[in-house]
């Protein structure tokens, strides 16, 4: 039984016919070709028109030897362009199909489109993420968030570009000297924002007196699953230069409104960060690392961090030694994460009988 967008493949051969090798189409016509209505995700979900060769619709254009190069929901196009290898791999396929339906012995294996498309799926993913963000982010009209997209070259034999399918700098238009950058590249987003205020760059410019209390806060940090985190990793910490750094993998079928709420959710965090190790840093009044981690928490649990089926954190957790919180105005008590040892009660119990209250 044919399926019901094979009139889109007739359609893209007598596109090619024609000398068409780029085409935007807009999805009435593609619906007027097809005859038929396309399903909801078609204008919802990019992941609809992903060249995945295990998708019906997606079959329709690969055979034909086009792939889906760009889409925009907002406008409701999708631009398809045409590749030789994928036309040539059909063709060898349909010309193997053919002899055997005459059985001749000897024959080679058909060549699986599929393991053409594997080296590809990753692009194509970072491909969806970075449009279905950039979408996302051209709603707000620039009012909240400014951004500018750069798409990468594609890797060249003797020259150097870029590594991954594209980057974007994203930032609030309120603090414009604190942008995040995304990278797409191997399948996830890997995210770096700089800190607004030249003094908290580096460690060698903070406070000395308070200087062990800012990198406590920056280890208290780390115990949350966060997106940002000022070190990644133990070898990070190493160095004088501090900057949020992050990796997370977008879920493919997020939608742009929810790509938006990522975009937001980072620029929140970053913030959330600075705010409290300016007040470890700098408040006349010194302030604990505890007190400006749970002030932290307090402030990001008002607002909903978007959730893992939309996009899943790779930053590893820490686990902080509470002896690290010795000696940053606080007791070391109030410094260990359980209770008092038995010893300590018993001692309190003892002073407290000693000196009744009045």
């Not at 994203?170 to 800190?195: H, K, Q, T």
């Not at 910490?237 to 709420?261: K, Q, V, W």
């Not at 960060?273 to 408040?283: A, I, Q, T």
Request: proline residues 8%.
């Amino acid at each position: 039984m044919p399926s019901r967008y094979a009139p889109l493949t007739k359609w893209l051969d007598w596109r090619f016919d024609l000398g068409g090798r780029e085409s935007w189409v807009d999805f009435a016509r593609i619906e007027r070709i097809i005859g038929a209505e396309l399903p909801a995700s078609a204008r919802t979900r990019r992941s609809f028109w992903a060249n995945d060769i295990t998708h019906t619709q997606a079959r329709s254009w690969l055979s034909a030897g086009f792939e889906t190069s760009s889409v925009s929901l907002k406008r409701e196009m999708v631009k398809f362009s045409f590749n030789r290898r994928l036309l040539e791999t059909n063709r060898q396929n349909l010309d193997l199909a053919l002899l055997e339906a005459v059985h001749m012995p000897g024959l080679p294996k058909r060549i699986p489109i599929h393991e053409y498309k594997a080296r590809f799926v990753i692009r194509e993913h970072d491909r969806t993420a970075f449009e279905s963000i950039q979408e996302g982010l051209t709603r707000t009209g620039g009012v909240e968030i400014g951004f500018y997209a750069n798409v990468h070259e594609p890797p060249q034999r003797g020259r150097r570009t870029e590594p991954g399918y594209g980057s974007i700098v994203i930032y609030d238009c309120y603090r414009p000297s604190a942008p995040i950058s995304l990278l797409f590249a191997d399948g996830r987003i890997i995210v770096v924002a700089m800190l607004s205020h030249p003094s908290l760059r580096r460690v060698s410019k903070w406070p000395a007196p308070r200087r062990v209390a800012g990198l406590q806060f920056a280890g208290l940090w780390q115990e949350r699953q966060r997106f940002l985190v000022p070190w990644p990793s133990e070898e990070w910490m190493r160095g004088d230069d501090i900057s949020l750094i992050g990796a997370f993998a977008l879920n493919s079928s997020a939608t742009p409104t929810e790509c938006l709420r990522v975009c937001k959710w980072l620029l929140r965090e970053a913030q959330t960060f600075e705010r409290g190790l300016r007040k470890v840093l700098y408040r006349k009044r010194a302030i604990s690392p505890q007190r400006a981690q749970s002030l932290a928490e307090t402030y990001l649990a008002r607002y909903v961090a978007p959730s893992d089926g939309i996009a899943r954190s790779q930053h590893h957790v820490w686990n902080m030694n509470p002896l690290w919180l010795l000696g940053a105005d606080t007791p070391p008590q109030a410094a260990m994460p359980s209770a008092p040892s038995r010893p300590i009660a018993e001692a309190e119990q003892r002073t407290d009988a000693q000196n009744p209250p009045e």
